[in-house]
């Protein structure tokens, strides 16, 4: 049985790691949101930055 896993993103600016699995309730991201499924104009929660921040984790 494969399940996909949702990759998750780390900002490279600050650390914050965006976890698909629980989407960001501060920017009323619901769980289950895809990093590239964000809302146009979603930022890190922490330091502010932009997606293209980001960097895949492993
Ligand atoms: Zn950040």
């Known amino acids: 049985m494969t399940e996909q896993k ?3 993103f780390i ?3 600050c650390g914050y790691v965006y976890d ?3 989407g ?3 920017s009323h991201v619901p769980p289950g949101t895809a990093f590239e499924h964000l ?3 979603w930022v890190c929660p922490v330091c502010y930055v932009t997606t293209d921040q ?4 492993d």
């Open 6 to 8: 949702l990759q998750k």
């Open 11 to 13: 900002c490279t600016n």
């Open 20 to 22: 698909p699995a629980n």
């Open 24 to 26: 960001d309730v501060m």
């Open 39 to 41: 809302p146009e104009g």
């Open 54 to 57: 980001f960097d895949p984790v």
